[in-house]
């Protein structure tokens, strides 16, 4: 069992990076008499954008009435995932910290520590695969939702040929971006831990020992 202070720092970043973002986008409508007009669009964790109003109830602008209208989007499933594992892999690298300073001994009497240890390992890394790319794909959602083109075509007045919509102001998404990056180091992070783990199962030292024992039997005696 390889434990270190690693892993749990790098999904501490992971989850910490976007489980708390909020950040707004201020959209500025030009309108066909020459007036201006702004919206804002707020939208936060855990990025359900179909509940977000960009419009609340009936609104008039640029002489039109608008209707309550509604971001477009639901990213909340592969962001909420990405930090489910997140914590997850959190949880489980602190018990196996807890086990390799106190009950070591115990881990290596018996085989079924480390064979248990490599497989939820290969698990983890398996998991870090699938809700990084969820949730790479679901921030670039989020993104092209709330960009020019997205407001856009969720705004019934941009629309039209004597108005103009464009998003003036953006938020960072830095940190949401960093949130992927470490979502997939974390993932280089347990497949190296795997390996770790995987030379302390008995599969790793019956291969050891089984390559003395092909190399003698390779050998030919010399003739005389």
């Known amino acids: 069992m390889k434990q270190d202070c690693f892993p749990q720092l790098t999904a501490i970043f992971a989850f910490g990076s976007c489980g708390g973002y909020s950040g707004k986008n201020i959209i500025s409508l030009v309108c066909g008499d020459g007036t201006n007009e702004t919206l804002d669009a707020n939208f936060h964790y855990p990025f359900r954008l179909s509940q977000v109003p960009l419009i609340v109830g009936n609104a008039t602008l640029c002489n039109r009435s608008v209707t309550t209208t509604y971001l477009v989007g639901d990213s909340a499933s592969s962001v909420e995932f990405f930090v489910g594992v997140a914590i997850v892999c959190f949880l489980y690298s602190m018990v196996a910290l807890l086990v390799y300073l106190g009950y070591m001994h115990v881990y290596k009497d018996s085989d079924f520590g480390p064979i248990f240890d490599v497989v939820i390992t290969a698990i983890l890394v398996f998991l870090w695969l699938v809700c990084s790319s969820a949730w790479a794909k679901g921030l670039q959602n989020v993104k092209d939702a709330t960009d020019t083109a997205g407001i856009g075509s969720t705004l019934a007045l941009c629309k039209g040929g004597n108005v103009t919509c464009e ?30 783990v995987y030379k302390e199962t008995r599969w790793h030292s019956l291969k050891i020992s089984s390559q003395p024992a092909a190399a003698g039997r390779q050998q030919v005696p010399a003739a005389m």
């Open 167 to 196: 998003v003036t102001e953006f938020a960072s998404m830095r940190t949401l971006n960093i949130s992927v990056v470490f979502g997939y180091l974390n993932m280089l992070v347990w497949a190296s831990n795997g390996w770790f």
